[in-house]
């Protein structure tokens, strides 16, 4: 299929591409993803598809974005809303500042770990974050963080705490919660934690903090069923090749925990050293 300059192409399979593009920020010439990418081409293409696709006029990229990858940031924090495109804003800064980590601490809809989970890898030259190798994780055992909140703080500062050592840029992918008291505090406490230079919004400027308005790019919407056959294929994804054990109950030892935890407070100010 021959594709003109100056459009863009979304595919969702397997595409190999000739001549000059750019896929999320990085120039590619064959990827394979279960999500809808943008390809924009710089000249006149040829693109093979095996899978869907949409053809748009432009590029599907807003120019904020493109701002923010020229700024200066060393850990940029992402807010938005569900359906905002914040993951596909944190592959394309990864990919157009010539890679950098990125913790996924959208337990819902888990890219780089499974669901339920936190994660952080790097990211360079990628399609989707789903393509990003964990280097490590946190289990919440939970796809939304309401009535988890503790717990998830937990994983955040743990992650957090190695994270924060290595050299390199750094995004940090949120949930999708955003509205009432509750998501505004858990928000507050991972902002607290993380000291970002910047916060990359799709909502305005929703707490004193130094603040870069983004626009929402070309998002297709996904309903639950969508979101519950993403969240299936990831949990096969990381199950596969795992084994079953048996164990005999009368030769482990249990040990229950219930009311054995720290504060969370003091936990997290024991990770931070303050």
């Known amino acids: 299929m021959k594709v003109p300059k100056g459009k863009t192409v979304l595919v969702k399979g397997v595409a190999s591409i000739k001549g000059e593009c750019e896929v999320l920020g990085a120039r590619l010439n064959f990827f394979e993803c279960e999500k809808f990418v943008p390809v924009f081409c710089i000249e006149d293409c040829e693109i093979e598809i095996n899978g869907e696709f949409r053809i748009l006029d432009g590029s599907t990229i807003p120019e904020s974005w493109k701002k923010l990858a020229k700024m200066d940031w060393e850990t940029v924090f992402l807010y938005g809303g569900v359906d905002s495109g914040k993951s596909t804003l944190a592959a394309y800064l990864a990919n157009k500042v010539g890679g950098a980590y990125v913790l996924d601490l959208d337990i819902g809809q888990a890219d780089i770990a499974n669901p339920g989970a936190m994660g952080y890898g790097f990211a360079k030259d990628v399609v989707s974050l789903s393509k990003v190798s964990m280097i490590n994780g946190f289990f919440v055992g939970s796809i939304t963080p309401q009535g988890r909140e503790a717990k998830c703080l937990q994983g955040v500062a743990r992650l957090w705490k190695e994270l924060r050592r290595l050299d390199g840029r750094k995004i940090v992918d949120t949930t999708g919660w955003v509205k009432g008291r509750g998501a505004k505090e858990y928000k507050l406490a991972k902002l607290e934690i993380i000291e970002p230079d910047l916060i990359a919004s799709f909502e305005g ?54 009311f054995r935890g720290k504060d969370v407070t003091q936990f997290i100010e024991s990770v931070l050293g303050v």
């Open 205 to 258: 400027k929703p707490f004193d903090w130094k603040t870069f308005e983004v626009e929402k790019g070309y998002v297709i919407r996904r309903d639950k069923i969508d979101r519950a056959k993403a969240r299936f294929e990831s949990y096969q994804k990381f199950l596969r090749g795992a084994r079953i054990l048996e164990l005999e109950r009368d030769r482990i030892n249990l040990k229950p925990d219930l």
